[in-house]
Structure formats: structure tokens, C-alpha cells
């Protein structure tokens, strides 16, 4: 893998020459109006050479684009989700433009950004209350229960109200079964209406449990400070007020997690970690500790210390996501259908095979990251039975020279522009056809 280098900061060169392609200008024309050698301008286009000051206007000004977009580049993970929102829009949106958009409005990019993380915040939550209507058994039950008072109430009253004439003794009765009912009815009715006026951030923990406890985990970046001091788990999973079923999630994560401290503490697998250039199988055997623990410690790393952002996913053999930990420019949908070409679920074809691979996500500037992934039964596996598998994959941005054509890759197909995928379930939203396509 080469040095590793943030990618925004060591892009300009590449930035540079998509720019001046895209503008069908010679290499040799444009270093000739900007005062330098065709040979010098290569080196800059090919990262191998810093470049700022007036050099860097003078190429901005000949290739018609702000400074800004040449020097800082736009935040992936804002073009990403800029480029979503206006897949939603069909094709009357110049999704090729993003880029330039994002660079020179900062603030509008931003506000389109957020626009679209909130849009998403709601569906979400749509997703999550249609689910609870339609599988919580506790609505259920409580539906139920009002429901069942509803029709005794209503069948007492008619036979009182009917044409056959009772005697006192039967109609006290039928008025004592309607008075029962009633109260009945009014308790169930109040616990259904204080269950469905859920305060806020009850709401938050109505997803799934693997859910809410990345919600927990992301608020610490994925990295838990106390388990690195050898506090214990118990302790961490009291403080973290999680009800059940997360609680049960957390526990089994809080309880890995300080089986992998102990195998690599902080200090010493930190500076292995920068000597060996953050790849997994080194340090797994550097170590000499199984590949997936080197995995997952690597995703535990403390971002402020300088580390690269790290992602990490798990998902069961029927491909169901368990674990998610997000990294700018990545992600994987959890409902929906994610892409099936990561490397993630190719391991669950070759078990016990660790995977390396290059991948490249859509789009014109395309966000390469490199993967490791492996997948590997867990448990006991007993004979006449098939092994319970799990894979598990590893996500870091590329290295800067690699060594092999990227795989595509894509988050959905609902929004993925590459129709000429045999991998394609479901063909893209209106906008991402054939005239997006990359």
C-alpha cells in the first residue's frame, strides 16, 4: 500500500488534469500559457509536484474555474450526498456540475448537503413508525386489548337495547359487564395514547437494536476511552442506559471490544499501526492475533490522534447488515438493498479466504477506497449442519498510486448510474439513466 496521504490534500494535480480534459485542452498548449514545461505540468498533473501561489491561479484562470476547486476540492461526503439529492430530481439537474457548485458556493453546497441529510433523517423515521404500527407487539397488544373492550361493550348494549325482555337480575348484570368494560376500555386507551406520545428520543431508539447501538457507538467516534483504560465492560454497558434488546447488542460488542484491548493495547498497536501503514494483515501477523481483530481495532482507533478515517461492516451469511460504521464518501444502505458487489459479500462465497480490492464508487470524480474482507464461521460448528458465517469488511480511502483497476462499486442501485451492470436489481430513479451514466 503506499504512504498513506488524506486524498482532498494530494488531489490537485489529478484535479487539475480532469479539468483540463473536460475542457478538450492540450497539455502542451496550457503549460505553454502559464509559462512552463509540458514536462513540469505533467509532474504537477500526476501528483508529484506541489503547486500553489500564482502558478495555481494562472491554471485556474486558463482552465476557467475557481482557485478553490482546484486547491481544497469539496468534501466527498458532501458531494455525495449533494449528488443524491439531486438524483431524487430527475434529469433536469446537472448532477456533472456538483463539484464546481459545492466549490464555489460553499454555503449553498452546505445548505443542500444538510438538506438532504435531513430529508433522509425523515424517511428514516417514517420507516421506522411504519414498522412499529405494523410489528410492535406491544401496539399490537394494546390494539388489541381496546379493540376487545370495544366489541364486549358493544355486544352487552345490544342485547340490553334488543326486543327480548330481560329481568332485573340480567340487566344489572349486562350493566355491571358494561360498567367493567368501560374502565377497561379507558385504562387500555391511556396506555395507548402515552405509548404512541413517545417523548423525544424515544423515537431515535425505534430502529432496530444494531441501530441504536451505532447510534451510541458514533457518539464516541467508535472509539470507547474507559474499555482502553480496562474499565469494565459491565460497567461501560450500565452508563450507556441502553434498554433492551440494544442492551443485549452492546453487551456483546462491549465484551469483544475489551477481548481485542487485550490483544492489542492502544499504545503499542497505534505505532505498529503508522510503521506498517494501517494494513490489516501485517499487523495481524505482526501480532499474531486472528485477521478480524486486527480489523476491528484498526475501526477503533481514536480519529483525534491523527489516524485516517477507518470504516468498518458486518453482515450475517443472508447479507443483512449487523455493523455499520461510516466513513466519509462510504456507506451501506441498511434497508434497500446495498450494492452486491463490495467485497463484503463476495467473502461469503470464499469463507476463511481473506480479500483485498480496490474499489471505485460512480460519478466523474470517482471515491476510490481500498478493502479488505474477510468472512468466517462463528461459533461451535457441529456435523450435519451448516456453518454459521459472518463477514466482515474493512474500508480505508485508496492508497495514492494503486496498483491495480478499481472494481466498481455502488451504494444502490436506485441511484447507481451504471445500467450496464449484471449485477442491477432495480433499474435507477428518473435522472440516472443513460445520460448520467459513467
Known amino acids: 500500500m503506499g504512504e498513506f496521504t488524506v486524498p482532498h490534500q494530494r488531489l490537485v494535480g489529478s484535479r487539475i488534469r480532469e479539468k483540463r480534459l473536460d475542457r478538450g485542452l492540450r497539455q502542451a498548449a496550457v503549460a505553454e500559457t502559464v509559462g512552463i514545461s509540458p514536462s513540469y505540468l505533467n509532474l504537477i498533473e500526476h501528483n508529484r509536484r506541489r503547486i500553489g501561489g500564482k502558478l495555481l491561479a494562472d491554471l485556474a484562470r486558463v482552465l476557467d474555474v475557481d482557485t478553490a476547486l482546484l486547491a481544497d476540492g469539496v468534501n466527498r461526503e458532501t458531494l455525495d450526498q449533494m449528488r443524491g439529492a439531486a438524483a431524487t430530481m430527475g434529469g433536469a439537474i446537472e448532477v456533472d456540475r456538483t463539484e464546481e457548485l459545492a466549490a464555489r458556493y460553499p454555503g449553498w453546497g452546505a445548505l443542500i448537503a444538510a438538506q438532504a441529510r435531513k430529508i433522509a433523517t425523515l424517511e428514516e423515521r417514517s420507516r421506522i413508525l411504519t414498522d412499529r404500527i405494523s410489528y410492535d407487539p406491544h401496539l399490537a ?74 447510534s451510541y457507538l458514533e457518539q464516541s467516534a467508535f472509539h470507547i476511552a474507559p474499555l482502553e483504560e480496562g474499565v469494565d465492560p459491565a460497567v461501560v454497558l450500565q452508563q450507556s442506559e441502553l434498554e433492551e434488546p440494544a442492551r443485549s447488542v452492546l453487551s456483546g460488542v462491549l465484551q469483544r471490544y475489551a477481548a481485542d484491548v487485550a490483544q492489542l493495547p492502544l499504545g503499542t498497536f497505534e505505532k505498529a499501526c503508522r510503521k506498517h501503514n494501517y494494513d490489516p494483515a501485517v499487523l495481524a501477523q505482526t501480532f499474531g492475533v486472528p485477521l478480524p481483530v486486527a480489523m476491528r481495532r484498526l475501526a477503533q482507533l481514536p480519529p483525534h490522534n491523527g489516524h485516517p478515517p477507518l470504516g468498518l461492516v458486518i453482515c450475517d451469511a443472508a447479507g443483512a447488515l449487523t455493523f455499520i460504521k461510516s466513513v466519509p464518501g462510504f456507506t451501506m444502505p441498511r434497508s434497500g438493498g446495498a450494492c452486491p458487489l463490495w467485497p463484503l459479500y463476495g467473502a461469503l462465497s470464499r469463507p476463511h479466504q481473506p480479500i483485498r480490492l480496490d474499489v471505485e464508487m460512480p460519478g466523474r470524480n470517482p471515491t476510490r477506497f481500498l478493502c479488505f474482507a474477510l468472512a468466517e464461521s462463528i461459533g461451535p460448528t457441529p456435523f450435519d449442519a451448516p456453518p454459521v458465517l459472518q463477514s466482515m469488511m474493512l474500508v480505508m480511502p485508496d492508497s495514492p498510486e494503486p496498483v491495480a483497476t478499481p472494481h466498481p462499486v455502488g451504494v444502490s442501485c436506485r441511484i447507481c448510474p451504471r445500467n450496464n451492470c449484471p449485477s442491477r436489481r432495480e433499474p435507477a430513479l428518473r435522472g440516472m439513466g443513460p445520460k448520467t451514466e459513467l
Not at 376487545?148 to 326486543?163: D, F, Q
Not at 379507558?186 to 431508539?205: C, D, T
Open 141 to 214: 397488544g394494546s390494539l388489541h386489548e381496546v379493540i376487545s373492550a370495544v366489541s364486549a361493550i358493544r355486544s352487552s348494549a345490544s342485547i340490553l337495547v334488543g326486543p327480548e325482555e330481560l329481568d332485573q337480575d340480567w340487566q344489572r348484570r349486562f350493566h355491571e359487564n358494561i360498567h367493567t368494560d368501560s374502565v377497561r376500555l379507558a385504562s387500555s386507551s391511556e396506555a395507548l395514547i402515552a405509548y404512541l406520545e413517545a417523548p423525544e428520543g424515544v423515537l431515535e431508539q425505534s430502529g432496530s437494536p444494531f441501530e441504536v447501538v451505532e
